[in-house]
């Protein structure tokens, strides 16, 4: 079992794989007209899918932009909080900083790094998915399209078009809305299905997987 996880499903194989997208849940943006019932929602899950997601630079040696949108989700939801529409970017600290709620996402170094200089948070409790996959064996790293193969069975649709799209708009595209909320809920779909696929095993599996999957 471990040994399919560190495999890599090719381009073609995933093609013919049902989309991932049709979860059919709540997706809200975030401002300050709804943040506080955001956050309280939020505080109360045990885990959160996790990202962020900033305007693209083009022109070489610019400076990096900082976080645009970050978006969090439970199982049934998830909000993208619009850092530019939000006077008090602190509020978002109550979730980013919670030992107690577990935020799992793919490739977190750098989202993690922008929140620390950015919005002075101190992140804790994040699970990078990358890092379970590395302890499976794995060599190559771990995209969101790879990890929903893997796990999940399905495609996640990625497009270049809409990952380098304008995250600081006013108003996002619906496109840009599946895109970001996607990432989101698959991350924590795959955590809670690689819990569920791991639970049977704990006294086998490595100790440091169990703490990260939190079995």
Same mark, same amino acid.
């Given at each position: 079992?471990?040994?399919?996880?560190?495999?890599?499903?090719?381009?073609?194989?995933?093609?013919?794989?049902?989309?991932?997208?049709?979860?059919? !849940?709540?997706?809200?943006?975030?401002?300050?007209?709804?943040?506080?019932?955001?956050?309280?929602?939020?505080?109360?899950?045990?885990?959160?899918?996790?990202?962020?997601?900033?305007?693209?630079?083009?022109?070489?040696?610019?400076?990096?932009?900082?976080? *645009?949108?970050?978006?969090?989700? *439970?199982? *049934? /939801?998830?909000?993208?909080?619009?850092?530019?529409?939000?006077?008090?970017?602190?509020?978002?600290?109550?979730?980013?900083?919670?030992?107690?709620?577990?935020?799992?996402?793919?490739?977190?170094?750098?989202?993690?790094?922008?929140? !620390?200089?950015? /919005?002075?948070?101190?992140?804790?409790?994040?699970?990078?998915?990358?890092?379970?996959?590395?302890?499976?064996?794995? !060599?190559?790293?771990?995209?969101?399209?790879?990890?929903? +193969?893997?796990?999940?069975?399905? &495609?996640?649709?990625?497009?270049? *078009?809409?990952?380098?799209?304008?995250? +600081?708009?006013?108003?996002?595209?619906?496109?840009?809305?599946?895109? +970001?909320?996607?990432?989101?809920?698959?991350?924590?779909?795959?955590?809670? &299905?690689?819990?569920?696929?791991?639970?049977?095993?704990?006294?086998?599996?490595?100790?440091?997987?169990? !703490?990260?999957?939190?079995?």
């Amino acid at each position: 079992m471990v040994k399919y996880y560190a495999g890599q499903i090719d381009k073609m194989a995933i093609a013919e794989l049902p989309n991932y997208e049709d979860h059919g !849940r709540d997706v809200v943006l975030v401002d300050d007209e709804n943040i506080h019932h955001a956050i309280a929602d939020l505080l109360k899950q045990r885990y959160l899918g996790f990202d962020t997601e900033s305007k693209p630079v083009f022109q070489k040696g610019a400076a990096g932009s900082g976080i *645009s949108i970050v978006q969090i989700s *439970s199982v *049934s /939801c998830c909000y993208i909080f619009l850092l530019n529409s939000i006077a008090d970017s602190a509020l978002l600290g109550e979730v980013v900083n919670n030992q107690n709620i577990i935020k799992i996402g793919v490739g977190l170094k750098d989202d993690l790094s922008k929140l !620390r200089g950015q /919005c002075k948070f101190h992140p804790v409790a994040f699970v990078d998915l990358g890092t379970i996959f590395k302890t499976f064996g794995r !060599r190559n790293s771990l995209g969101s399209k790879q990890l929903v +193969a893997l796990v999940l069975q399905k &495609k996640l649709r990625k497009s270049k *078009s809409v990952t380098t799209s304008n995250w +600081a708009a006013p108003t996002l595209t619906p496109m840009q809305i599946a895109y +970001a909320s996607d990432d989101a809920f698959s991350s924590i779909d795959a955590y809670i &299905k690689l819990r569920e696929v791991f639970f049977p095993y704990v006294a086998q599996l490595d100790r440091s997987v169990v !703490r990260l999957l939190d079995l």
